[in-house]
């Protein structure tokens, strides 16, 4: 059963991981961006470098043992898949067709104003909404007979960019018209209507 050790610590870590880096913003949010590095990231960095080590060390001892390879290569794996698999972005895709009813029920009520702004523009949400935008509140940037941008929240830094999943009835340069003091830096559109805006702040 020892032998099994090592390769099951670099599936657990692959797993630990993936769910990290596909609910990130919502524990940020959640943990606050003070806490989260201590109780998620710093953790489960030091047990991938103690799989690693330890890993390679049987991988010395044994370079015959297969299972010593398939855990090197699993954790191989997890660094290539955080380093380079696009998780927002993906996410983001999903759930644009997963919460869809839900976020078109949102900008029809903030349309007919039965969801209102405060004075710097958020909307607090419904609790079977919240769902809908990490932070559980949309940005309500324009509302008047030129058009709406409704923005949901996918990643609200706070020294770092922001993203938002931004709903603009007049294409990118409605978007770009109510530019913050936060400059865009890039707007990609996903669909109709639905761009996926990356900010400086």
Known sequence: ?????????SLIILILSFLNSWFGDYLIDALTSF???FLI??????CYIVCLILSIIALIKNHKSVLNFLSIIILIITTLLILFF???????????????SERNAIIEMIVKG???????????????????????EVALYQKNEEGIVVAFWVFRG????SVQLIYSTGGEQL????????PIVSIKKLKN???YVITDY
């Open 158 to 161: 706070m020294l770092s960019g």
């Open 1 to 9: 059963m020892r032998k099994y050790v090592l390769l099951t610590m």
């Open 41 to 46: 990231i710093i953790p489960l960095f030091i």
């Open 86 to 100: 696009p998780f927002r972005m993906a996410k983001t895709k999903l759930e644009l067709s997963l919460y869809e």
């Open 193 to 195: 209507n639905w761009y």
């Open 114 to 136: 039965e969801l209102k702004a405060d004075d710097i523009g958020n909307v607090k949400l419904p609790n079977k909404y919240k769902k809908t935008s990490t932070s559980g």
């Open 175 to 182: 978007i770009k018209d109510n530019e913050t003091g936060h």
């Open 35 to 37: 806490i989260y590095p």
